[in-house]
Each structure stands twice: as C-alpha cells, then as structure tokens.
C-alpha cells in the first residue's frame, strides 16, 4: 500500500501504484457544485453546534451548476412571462362581450316622383317646404333630448355620452358633404364598434340588396359622379329617444325626415336644382364598453328616399330620380309622405305624396 504520509499532490513519478484504480474517478468543479452535501469549512465548524460537519444542498438538479447571474435572468422571464399572461387575461377587452354577433338589418322603400320631377329656387331652394312641417337646418333639427337622469343602470354622465356618440354618427351619415357625395366612409366607420366593421367593410367591398351589404343603409349617400349638393345645408325634423333595454344595453333610436337640394355633378351653381327627401330611422345599441369607446352598434336601418324611380339599383348609392329614369307608372301601388312619422317607414315601392305643412 502506499505511504499514509504522502503529498495531497499524489506520489511522485515512479512512486506507489496502489492508486491506479481511482485513477478514471475525476472530480472536477462540475462535479464538486453538483453534490448534494458539501462539508463545512474550518470556520463554519469552530462557530457552529450542528452535529453533522455537512450541509445539504437545494435539490435543483441540472439549474444547481447554473452560474447565480444566469439563475437570475432565468427567474426574470419567468416572472415577466407570468405577468405578461395575467394582464393579457384581465385586460379589459375593447370589444363589447356580446356584441360579437351584432349585425345590420337594413330596408330600402324608392318612392317614386312625378317626370320630371320639379326644380327649386337655386337661391333658396328649401322655400318650398311647409312653414309648420318643424325642419331645422342639420343638427338643430336632430330632436335631441335633454338628459336629466341615468337610467337604472346607466348613469347620468353614461347616458350623455351616448347620446353624443349617436349625435355625431348622424352627423356623420346624414349631414356631412363629404360622406354624402364625395364617396367617404371613414367618418362612419370610425364610429362603429370592432364588432359590426368587419361587415361595413364588406358592404364598401361589395354592396349588395340583401338588407345586410347595403351601403345605404349604414349612411346617406350619392354617387359623386351624377350629383353634387346644391347647398351644404340639409333641412332636418325629427326626434331622438333612449329606453334601456337591459342591464347592460342602452337603445337609442333616430327618426328623422331629411331634405337635400341637388344638382347634377359639374353643371354650374346656376344649374337646375331639385330636392331630395329621405326618412331614416335607425336604432342603434351601446353597452358600457361602447360608451367607454365613444363607439356604437347601427342594428336596423330602414329609409324611405325619393323621388327614385322604382326598381333603380341603390345598395350603393340613392339614385335621385332628377338625374335617372322616370318611374314606371304601374309600379306605383300608392302615395307614401315621407314627412309622416306616424306609420312604419317599412314600404314597398310606392308615389312619393306632395310635402304637407
């Protein structure tokens, strides 16, 4: 055997063989940081009572031989991973809950004028409307009721804010000239709540008369390349009124008779110039994200325009009938006034009735 007294270094070259077989045994740091016991140093066994001269390792497997720096990036991603998780779980989500299958139901009724249809004074072109008939110019003839109190579930504050996002789509669809005869649709658009603009878009892809793809139905609006406005002012009567459906939706509801003064696309001002009748009702619906959003959902739509000749193609465009085809006369199964509000503007073609006052 070989010398008890000889060096830690090992036996000297040609010394004692009597190690050979421990030889292929190597301990290196690796393995030294792996084990699950380490002995205490001189220091810790002079100023500790334990009994046991060893202290026992985490149980960490490969991550014990990880570096500290690198334990601690790893324990950095896992929290900010951990965190990433929660918040995308309990962030609220701009998309109403259940407004995900909320889609547009929209009617079109052409009521069909006299040929020709009769021009107007260019200089004051609404001077032929009845004096009792309540028409103010654009949004001062909207009928927007004063909010004096919430409702059971909407505050007062939640209302007011509804009512406001209602005023400006029918700003928007109704009112403003660039929507009405330049082709924009973007400030309707931007109103509408992720859950309906996917189908708007499909209705600007491709319109269609199939009460859902209607362009029409979402806004007021004429082909720029056959009209133009004779004036920007519209002449507007009509009401706004609020219901809370349910807990978690307030109804607002539009029923407005609009009057416009057109003229054909690029004839001069001094041009003939005829008017252009439209009753729209429209309700639409918010639930507490669309009002926190500034955002609503259009849910049915249904107009009565004219004079349009019966039969015409309006998915895209209202197609006045000053500038088109004269109706057929025996498409004319009765006079419609679009100036009543009293009966559903549900109709099939019919002869637009003269204004009454």
Same mark, same amino acid.
Request: contains cysteine.
């Given at each position: 055997m070989g010398d008890p007294g000889e060096p830690p270094e090992g036996a000297p070259e040609g010394g004692s063989g009597s190690d050979d077989e421990y030889r292929s045994v190597v301990f290196d740091e690796s393995f030294v940081r792996a084990a699950r016991i380490t002995e205490l !140093?001189?220091?810790?066994? @002079?100023? !500790?009572? $334990? +009994?046991? =001269?060893v202290r026992h390792k985490l149980g960490l497997g490969a991550l014990a031989s990880l570096p500290r720096q690198a334990l601690t990036l790893l324990l950095l991603v896992v929290l900010a991973f951990g965190a990433a998780v929660y918040f995308g779980v309990t962030a609220p989500q701009r998309e109403a809950a259940h407004g995900g299958g909320t889609q547009l139901t929209a009617a079109l009724t052409a009521l069909s004028g006299t040929d020709p249809p009769p021009t107007v004074d260019p200089n004051n072109p609404f001077g032929t409307l009845p004096a009792g008939a309540g028409y103010a110019d654009g949004t001062a003839g909207l009928g927007l009721p004063a909010v004096k109190a919430g409702t059971a579930h909407f505050s007062q504050s939640q209302v007011t804010t509804a009512l406001d996002t209602v005023r400006r789509y029918l700003e928007a669809s109704e009112l403003t000239p660039s929507v009405l005869v330049e082709g924009e649709t973007s400030p309707v658009r931007q109103l509408l709540a992720p859950a309906e603009q996917s189908q708007f878009d499909a209705a600007a892809a491709a319109p269609a008369d199939d009460q859902h793809h209607a362009l029409t139905g979402w806004m007021v609006r004429f082909d720029p390349m056959k009209v133009a406005l004779a004036t920007d002012t519209v002449k507007v009567a009509g009401s706004v009124g609020v219901t809370e459906l349910d807990p978690s939706t307030l109804e607002i509801t539009g029923d407005h008779t609009l009057v416009y003064a057109l003229r054909p696309a690029g004839v +001069?001002?001094?041009g003939p110039v005829s008017l252009y009748t439209v009753r729209r009702e429209v309700r639409v619906d918010l639930d507490h994200n669309d009002v926190a959003y500034?955002? @609503?959902? /259009? /849910?049915? !739509? /249904?107009?009565?325009?004219? +004079?349009? =000749? #019966?039969?015409?193609?309006?998915?895209?465009? @209202?197609q006045p009938q000053a500038f088109g085809a004269a109706g057929a006369p025996g498409s004319r199964p009765g006079t419609v006034d679009p100036a009543d509000r009293a009966h559903p503007a549900w109709e !099939? #073609? $019919?002869a637009m009735a003269a204004p009454k006052g």
């Open positions: !140093s001189a220091d810790e066994r @002079l100023g !500790s009572h $334990a +009994p046991h =001269p +001069p001002g001094s500034a955002q @609503l959902r /259009v /849910v049915d !739509s /249904v107009e009565q325009a004219g +004079p349009t =000749p #019966c039969g015409a193609a309006q998915a895209e465009y @209202l !099939s #073609c $019919a």
